[in-house]
């Protein structure tokens, strides 16, 4: 059935308001959004590592999931998700549990492409049935903006601030679906948000009815990180998007296939202008930082296109 | 009917597995535990068991694992040594204060470093404050049953701790000895089936673990967790009656050995109680006054019983198998003189730690502490409190 925006928002929400993450915050976008792909008949487990979203969603004795959740700590949430598929299987086979579930965890980048990329990378290789939904905000978020392996070259980050013989954080970001995708993992893809969210709808629903273990990697922009006016945040996904910087990509079986082409690619430092994360790289001097950050992109970009054709 | 066989105390813990039939495993290899994982993986690929044996990359993940199955409403266990456990400590304390029954087998071994692999207490001892139950054994047997025992205690309702099962690295986990075996109907009926109030599972009911608890309620959620560990007392003693009741064998928060008239005592855990325990026989022969009581349940630590059964004792001797880096003495000694404190006349105490990284104590060594403790008994002068025996001056 063709995707319908006004019918998908008419299904009862399973993650619901109240919470207490930031607004204009990327996070709970995501969480919303993967959860209404989920069809309505079918139970979930969310398991989530430590992180914004745990501290924001299930503060005792108030939970914003309909469903069941658990989080135990911050680097092992896809080992915790594999103790509750595999308990799953077994209660199955004793005829205890009868009912359809899915499993989804969410940890941000840092408890994705950092401290959690071992479990991680130890559950897309046993082969659970489940799906790992990294929302990326790019840094350390809830702990106040420190960097991570995810957080792009020049952005300002308190652990690597904007001084006088360094400028934001030195190195390029980690390309953990590449990562992930070389698991050999039955699905794999990229997401943000953009106009009616059919790409991440139908993403999350791939990955969440494809058997076997799944990643999806989704921008989720920080307002407090990326400093940006809250207002903004659509226009910041569509740049990240338009810019080719956070190409929407997926990999099925090992195919890459790109799930949206920018009609007209638009320059890196147009994106790079509403955060004030990379205020520095417009100052004089910098020009350097704007050329780099652009010919990065361009080089993934191309070097992308080319596992897609 | 009971049989008998000949077990390694790795094998003995995984035959109890097995016969137990848990629905997860979570498993990491690391000497000298790796058998007990090697034995179960054996039982899974033969089709003994229903159990989803689950190898992840690391014990952190493996108690991770369990933390997910128990919550999701399973029966979950693990086993680990050492530095295996060093890296589950953080999910050793999520494990506890979630409370989750999960049983885990430690063989015990050194901490590193300089790396080492063989026994002592210290990866358990530095264990002990996680929320842990903690039961441990002087022999295969012992572990055995202590195995067989572990489900039931941590599911008791108003306890609903998890429980580490403890035995000597090398010492019991690969020694082999003669062992009585329950049959599986007998071990299954034991522990029964699992049928937990609250899981993620539950259709009906839909569950949250693991909240971010703010200081407005992280305090009353710490005593109740204070709480379970003071139920887990009756629930050991009431799964040990029944355990009784269906063997013969008879299990406390410790064992008393010729305590009733003795003067001289050790405290100690582990093997070591049976090189002590002939040392005993020995001077008991030459007619002296001497007893040793064998810790089982270190936590929840049987304070007032302790203090009890040493009361009428002159001089008593705590033989840590850690170094706690007080500066003043080891874990069991710590406990041990705290114990004896509320005692309106108590003994002369002194600490010894001993057997750091698998050195050997002989029953020479054991009848030397006796004789110490009889010199602290007839001049009533301690000398130093905390000592180490067993170790050159230079290395």
Known sequence: MAYNFKKELEKPERFVGGHRLCAGCGAGITLRAVMRALEPGDKAVVTNATGCVEVSTFMYPYTSWTDSYIHTAFENAAATCSGVTACYEALKRRGKVTDNYKFITFGGDGGTYDIGFQSLSGAMERGHDMVYVCYDNEAYMNTGIQRSSSTPRFANATTAPVGREKQGKQQDKKDLTAIMVAHGIPYAAQTTFLGNFRDLHEKAKKAIYTEGPCFLNVLSPCPRGWQYDTALLPKITQLAVDTCLWPMYEVEDGVWHLTYEPKKKVPIEEYMRLQGRFKHCFQKGNEWMLEAAQQYVDEKWEALLAKCR | ?395
């Not at chain 2, 054996?42 to 014990?59: F, I, K």
């Not at chain 2, 506890?96 to 002592?120: E, F, H, Q, Y």
């Not at chain 2, 839909?206 to 967790?225: C, F, I, N, S, W």
């Open chain 2, 1 to 395: 009917m009971a049989h008998l066989d000949r077990l390694s105390g790795n094998e003995a813990v995984a035959v109890a597995m097995r016969q137990i039939d848990p629905d997860v495993m979570g498993a990491f290899p690391i000497t000298p535990s790796t058998e007990i994982p090697q034995y179960f993986a054996q039982y899974v690929a033969d089709g003994l068991v229903n159990t989803e044996l689950v190898t992840v990359e690391s014990e952190h993940s493996s108690m991770s694992v369990c933390m997910g199955a128990a919550a999701a409403g399973g029966r979950a266990i693990s086993a680990t040594s050492s530095a295996g456990l060093a890296l589950m400590y953080e999910t050793l304390y999520v494990a506890a204060s979630c409370r989750m029954p999960i049983v885990l087998a430690v063989s015990t071994r050194a901490l590193s470093g300089p790396i080492n692999i063989n026994n002592d207490h210290s990866d358990a001892m530095g264990a002990r404050d996680s929320g842990w139950i903690q039961i441990y054994a002087e022999n295969n047997q012992e572990v055995y049953d202590n195995y067989v025992q572990a489900f039931p205690i941590a599911e008791t309702e108003n306890v609903r701790l998890p429980v580490m099962i403890c035995q000597d690295g090398f010492i019991t986990s690969h020694a082999v000895e003669n062992i009585e075996l329950l049959e599986d109907a007998e071990v299954k009926s034991f522990v029964g089936t699992y049928e937990p109030k609250h899981y993620l599972l539950n259709p009906d009911e839909p569950l949250a673990v693991g909240p971010y608890d703010v200081t407005h309620y992280y305090m009353e959620h710490k005593r109740q967790q204070a709480e379970a560990m003071r139920n887990a007392r009756a629930a050991i003693l009431a799964q040990a009656e029944r355990f009784e009741a269906l063997t013969g064998r008879k299990y406390g928060f410790f064992e008393a050995y010729k305590m009733d008239d003795a003067e001289l005592a050790l405290v100690l855990m582990g093997s070591t109680a049976g090189t002590a325990k002939a040392a005993v026989d020995m001077l008991r022969a030459e007619g002296r006054k001497v007893g040793l009581v064998k810790i089982r349940v270190f936590r929840p630590f049987p304070m007032e019983e302790l203090a009890e059964a040493l009361k009428n004792c002159r001089a008593v001797a705590v033989m840590d198998k850690s170094e706690g880096f007080s500066a003043c003495g080891g874990p069991l000694f710590a406990e041990t003189r705290s114990a004896l404190y509320d005692l309106e006349t108590r003994p002369k105490a002194i600490n010894i730690v001993y057997g750091l990284g698998g050195r050997d104590v002989a029953v020479d060594d054991v009848r030397a502490l006796y004789d110490r403790l009889a010199d602290i008994a007839a001049t009533g002068e301690t000398g130093p409190v905390y000592s180490h025996i067993g170790v050159r001056e230079e290395a």
